[in-house]
């Protein structure tokens, strides 16, 4: 029976270890899990916008867009023409035209940033050829989300404003109207900004347009029209730490620092500088063992049950070995 237990105990510690003793160490990622990247869009124009035909009972849909962009792009095209069946014998018309329209994405671990940008602009609807629907001098959108920080929506309308031919003047923030008889009504929404802890969107122009312009075989036009929009999502988790070396937290070395330069600094745009303080290499993402500071006690724990077992083993086989004379007598 000793040598069974004995037997036993050093068998029940080569299976459970020394967690069986000591309890269960919970599982830990050897790990560092990276930030999420943002998000960013950026449009210069959108239409939404349903043509309804002279004398018939169909409505063409007008969904037309400029310089629309997901991070990471950009563009910068400043004209934009379509075809529309049934309306001025299937010609070709304008829907934007401009001296500039760029729009810009970008996003990574630590910002997300979204830039729509339109100047000296026309934007013209079936059935108005000659009449611009809106004018404007310039437009801007920009949504910047960074790592920690609450995300910022920013829109402005410079210059003139110009909507069927009559200049307006538009209260920041609010809604304007204009109603031409014979032609149609337009309601202007300017600056609309949304922002949340997660992410931000701003629109420099939002106009809703009702029009009857009765030419061109159009009847009516009914629909949104977007002029310059950003948005963007905010980073997930913790941005990328520089670390001693000059680098981040995904391996890659900061902007602007080489391998030779010891002790310099350079900027990682956020107001902080990143120093190269040992003049050595150091090594980076180097694998894990997963060890951790109960390890010694694990392991003292392992050695005490295999030393109870060995000793029980012994003790078997002594008494063993003293019983043996008294069975031959």
């Known amino acids: 029976?000793?040598?069974?237990?004995?037997?036993?105990?050093?068998?029940t510690a080569l299976?459970?270890?020394?967690?069986?003793?000591?309890?269960?160490?919970?599982?830990?990622?050897?790990?560092?899990?990276?930030?999420?990247?943002?998000?960013?869009?950026?449009?210069?124009?959108?239409?939404?916008?349903?043509?309804?035909?002279?004398?018939?009972?169909?409505d063409v849909?007008?969904?037309?867009?400029?310089?629309?962009?997901?991070?990471?792009?950009?563009?910068?095209?400043?004209?934009?023409?379509?075809?529309?069946d049934g309306i001025d014998h299937g010609r070709p018309f304008s829907v934007l035209r401009a001296d500039a329209a760029t729009a810009?994405?970008?996003?990574?671990?630590?910002?997300?940033?979204g830039y729509a940008n339109l100047v000296r602009a026309k934007v013209h609807l079936p059935g108005l050829p000659l009449l611009p629907v809106i004018e404007v001098q310039q437009v801007t959108a920009k949504a910047i989300c960074e790592a920690g920080v609450r995300p910022r929506a920013e829109s402005n309308v410079l210059g003139?404003?110009?909507?069927?031919?009559?200049?307006?003047?538009?209260?920041?923030?609010?809604?304007?109207?204009?109603?031409?008889?014979?032609?149609?009504?337009?309601?202007?929404?300017?600056?609309?900004?949304?922002?949340?802890?997660?992410?931000?969107?701003?629109?420099?122009?939002?106009?809703?347009?009702?029009?009857?312009?009765?030419?061109?075989?159009?009847?009516?036009?009914?629909?949104?029209?977007?002029?310059?929009?950003?948005?963007?999502t905010t980073p997930r988790g913790k941005a990328p730490e520089?670390?001693?070396?000059?680098?981040?937290?995904?391996?890659?070395?900061?902007?602007g620092t080489t391998g030779g330069e010891i002790g310099g600094t350079e900027p990682d745009g956020k107001g902080t500088e990143v120093t190269q303080a040992d003049s050595g290499p150091r090594p980076q993402n180097l694998a894990e063992t997963g060890g951790s500071s109960a390890t010694p006690y694990l392991a003292g724990g392992a050695g005490l049950l295999l030393a109870a077992g060995a000793g029980a083993t012994v003790f078997a086989?002594?008494?063993?070995?003293?019983?043996t004379p008294g069975d031959g007598g």
């Open 317 to 323: 086989r002594r008494r063993r070995t003293a019983a």
């Open 242 to 255: 520089q670390n001693g070396s000059g680098g981040t937290g995904d391996g890659q070395p900061s902007g």
């Open 61 to 84: 849909p007008l969904n037309v867009v400029l310089n629309e962009v997901h991070a990471p792009a950009s563009a910068d095209k400043t004209a934009l023409t379509v075809k529309l």
């Open 160 to 232: 003139t404003v110009r909507v069927l031919g009559k200049k307006v003047t538009l209260t920041a923030g609010g809604t304007t109207q204009v109603k031409v008889p014979g032609v149609g009504r337009v309601r202007l929404d300017l600056s609309r900004k949304d922002v949340t802890s997660k992410g931000a969107a701003a629109t420099a122009l939002d106009l809703d347009v009702s029009l009857n312009p009765l030419k061109l075989n159009v009847a009516e036009v009914h629909g949104r029209v977007t002029l310059a929009k950003a948005t963007c």
């Open 104 to 113: 810009r994405a970008t996003a990574d671990r630590r910002k997300a940033e």
């Open 1 to 11: 029976m000793p040598r069974r237990l004995a037997t036993a105990l050093v068998a």
């Open 15 to 58: 299976t459970a270890g020394p967690a069986a003793l000591l309890g269960a160490v919970p599982a830990h990622a050897t790990g560092e899990q990276g930030a999420a990247r943002g998000t960013a869009d950026a449009v210069v124009l959108r239409t939404g916008v349903n043509v309804g035909l002279l004398h018939k009972t169909v």
